[in-house]
């Protein structure tokens, strides 16, 4: 972090700024104390520093072209940030350095037929973005399980040598578990070109130009033996200094502070101007791959880190590989005692197994990998206060129990609420207002009440005792024989439930109505203009510019969005509405199962429970929600306002029912998009990697190491002609 560095370059960048059409603003600041203290000598580089501001122009090359003279000085300096970020271990001084990069500005201000987007000068180019585009993920980017205690952990292990059909101890490899963000950033030909949050796992919002502002992301990979596409996987993070500062900085301007390092690295990820995000203080560890092509995959996970550690991108150095499971616990152990000391957070422990043909046995379910879990901390417990309780209600009606506390700072940040789950919780643990509990953050996350501290209270304690009456809509509480929580029966009528029922149907994943936020929605309801979901779709311009800090164009995206959004699926409708335990996938399920809307309305409990992942309890939730006339009402006013959906095949004569596919290489009549979806529709399942149980690999020009797996495994391989015949037959 070079402090000098903007000052010393002001006027060139400007001159480079004027040229390319950037703000001079939109090239790094930065503000942190260098390490290079660490390699300079008391009187090291002071001639070069007082000579900084005579130096004006450079010499043109006697024995090179500029060209060369140009890709010389990008080798120096990517070889000098190389050293700084990745390896921590400088070897010039702030002025040496500053003296490069302002030889390579001037050439490129006065040669800019020779500028390239992976020049060093290119790190903060772009223009502010109205908003992110989306990236879909060639392989998915899935997430982990949690496990908390070491018996969880040790059935994980059994798990996997079970699915292994083997005795012997497996082989894992160790790493931190990051607070941070997952990220997936592309390399094409050894230059980076895009990066992606990891969204649902499918799809991320494009960030490029943000992480392009991360000096520890090379914009081009060291050596040659790197494959021509890569997708690497990565978590960034803040550091907690850098927090501690921004936080500072954001007081003394009285601005909004981030309450831990994981929301800052956050925002700072989605700020829209790549310029804001430069001056944030953010850092990376790459942790895996995902869609890769031309290279030949190593046999374990920790050769794959090695890899990432030649191209130049930094890898964390606690990651270590143990002979098994006990030597996993002796690495929680030493991780957690070290904890407290490193200069970042992390939460837990992940283990994965190290042998990637074990891997490949092991496989996949939904959206989190077999062959590996995230070992999670056990809560920091602090002693607190409860000074009253209110019950807040949920979007299904549940009434929770809210401990309002003496605030108090649990594991870098400050608590002043925290849930008591349920009356069943209070009357098991003896909760009172006015007794010492203890607090903790349940996965290091959300606040939750532990217990009493014994024998400790604010004079007279005072009975927690749930309402007959839901607080907001004052409609009857019910509680349910065998269900551990109460509701309010207000259903859609309640102000509680109506709002978070809307925000959940409009949210990406239901309804997709971009703009209808959570404060618009708010405001909506409270000036009654949304009483259920079904009045979206009878919004209009004039009721929209009435409301605050809503203008007339503002007003007709909302509604483009809104008449965008009738256009939707089976899976995404039923998930909108809003069933309890009814998630994306149980969506699915009923939806292939029944095709149509009217069938599954009329199902039965018995019907229902025939359909995977739906048992009885779900069975129930779901005739319970139909039978309910006002809920049915509700569908039909937003089928008559044109929300529709095209017909399910039926699923029992597709094809392809029970075969997996993986596809590699580039095919010559079917982008990756057009093939899966051609696959999925005749019943198969498109799978990201090779494995026994895949039934067919579809192999393109180029294609990577999946042509090999397969061969190996002995699985059938289909060519450009092949596919052509067996689509066709």
Same mark, same amino acid.
């Given at each position: ?5 903007? &000052? ?5 960048? @400007? ?23 660490? *390699?300079?000598? &008391? ?22 072209? #500029? ?100 005795? @012997? ?10 607070? !941070? ?17 990891? !969204? ?28 021509? #596409? ?91 590989? *143990? ?21 970042? %957070? #992390? ?13 490949? *046995? ?17 809560? %920091? ?30 594991? !870098? ?18 909760? =009172? ?14 606040? %939750? ?26 409609? $009857? *509480?019910? $509680? ?59 919004? @209009? ?79 129930? =939730? ?21 929300? $529709? ?52 690999? #579809?192999? !393109? ?5 999946? &042509? ?22």
């Amino acid at each position: 972090m070079r402090e000098r560095h903007c &000052a010393l370059l002001r006027r060139s960048l @400007t001159v480079a700024a004027r040229l390319h059409r950037v703000p001079h603003r939109a090239f790094p600041i930065y503000s942190t104390t260098p390490l290079w203290e660490k *390699v300079r000598p &008391a009187d090291e580089g002071r001639e070069e520093e007082e000579n900084i501001g005579r130096y004006n122009m450079i010499k043109e090359p006697k024995e090179s072209t #500029i060209a060369e003279e140009i890709d010389r000085l990008r080798q120096q300096i990517n070889e000098h940030n190389h050293r700084y970020y990745v390896l921590d271990d400088p070897t010039i001084t702030d002025a040496q350095y500053d003296k490069l990069f302002r030889e390579l500005v001037q050439l490129e201000v006065e040669h800019p037929t020779f500028l390239t987007p992976d020049s060093p000068t290119q790190r903060v180019g772009a223009a502010p973005l109205k908003s992110f585009p989306l990236i879909k993920h060639d392989v998915p980017m899935l997430s982990l399980d949690n496990v908390f205690s070491e018996e969880t952990f040790l059935a994980f292990d059994h798990r996997v040598r079970d699915r292994l059909k083997i005795e @012997t101890p497996v082989s894992y490899c160790c790493e931190p578990k990051l607070d !941070g963000i997952a990220v997936s950033i592309r390399y094409v030909n050894g230059v980076f070109t895009q990066a992606a949050t990891r !969204g649902d796992g499918e799809t991320g919002e494009d960030i490029t130009q943000n992480i392009k502002t991360l000096k520890m992301v090379p914009l081009h990979l060291r050596g040659k033996d790197y494959p021509s #596409i890569l997708d690497v996987r990565a978590e960034v993070f803040m550091p907690k200094a850098g927090f501690m500062r921004l936080n500072e900085e954001a007081a003394e301007r009285e601005e909004k502070i981030f309450a831990n390092p994981r929301n800052a690295a956050a925002g700072s990820l989605r700020q829209l101007d790549p310029r804001i995000t430069a001056k944030r203080p953010l850092a990376l560890y790459c942790y895996g791959i995902g869609h890769h092509e031309g290279w030949q995959l190593p046999a374990t996970h920790r050769e794959i880190l090695d890899c990432l550690m030649k191209w130049g991108l930094r890898v964390n150095d606690l990651i270590e590989v *143990v002979d098994d499971i006990s030597g996993c616990e002796r690495y929680f152990k030493r991780l957690s005692d070290r904890r407290d000391k490193l200069s970042y %957070e #992390i939460d837990g422990a992940v283990y994965k197994v190290n042998e990637l043909s074990q891997q490949a *046995v092991l496989g996949f379910v939904s959206r989190s990998p077999r062959f590996a879990i995230a070992y999670k901390f056990p809560a %920091e417990e602090v002693e607190t206060i409860i000074e009253s309780v209110e019950f807040q209600v949920g979007r299904t009606g549940a009434l929770t129990p809210v401990a309002r506390l003496k605030p108090v700072h649990v594991h !870098g940040v400050m608590v002043s609420n925290a849930t008591l789950h349920n009356m069943d919780e209070v009357r098991r643990k003896q909760i =009172h207002i006015g007794d010492y509990v203890f607090v903790r953050r349940a996965g290091d996350v959300i606040p %939750e009440v532990v217990g009493v501290v014994p024998g400790k209270s604010v004079g007279e304690v005072v009975n927690i005792i749930m309402p007959t009456r839901c607080p907001v809509c004052d409609s $009857h *509480v019910e $509680h349910v024989t065998g269900e551990a929580v109460a509701r309010c029966t207000g259903g859609l009528y309640c102000k509680a439930q109506r709002k978070q029922m809307i925000k959940h149907f409009a949210s990406r994943r239901a309804m997709d109505i971009e703009g209808l936020g959570d404060k618009l929605i708010d405001q909506l309801v409270d000036v009654d203009l949304l009483e259920t979901v079904a009045d979206i779709y009878s919004l @209009t311009q004039e009721k929209l510019v009435n409301l605050e800090r809503m203008g007339v164009k503002s007003a007709q995206n909302l509604l483009e969005q809104i008449e965008k959004s009738k256009t939707t699926t089976l899976p995404r409708f039923l998930y909108a509405l809003g069933i309890r335990e009814v998630g994306e996938a149980t969506a699915k399920q009923l939806a292939m199962y029944f095709r149509a809307l009217p069938a599954l309305l009329a199902a039965s409990a018995d019907m229902l429970e025939s359909v995977p992942e739906v048992g009885p309890v779900v069975a129930a =939730h779901i005739v319970h929600f139909f039978q309910e006339s006002h809920n049915v009402t509700v569908i039909q006013q937003l089928q008559g306002a044109g929300v $529709h959906w095209p017909l399910i095949a039926e699923t029992k004569h597709l094809p392809l029912m029970g075969m997996r596919f993986v596809v590699t290489g580039t095919l010559r009549d079917f982008s990756r998009t057009e093939i899966k979806e051609k696959l999925e529709s005749l019943g198969a399942r498109v799978s990201g990697s090779v494995s026994a149980q895949t039934t067919y690999v #579809i192999v !393109g020009a180029d294609p990577g190491s999946k &042509a090999d797996k397969a061969r190996e495994l002995g699985v059938p391989v289909l060519d450009d002609e092949a596919l052509d015949r067996f689509l066709k037959s």
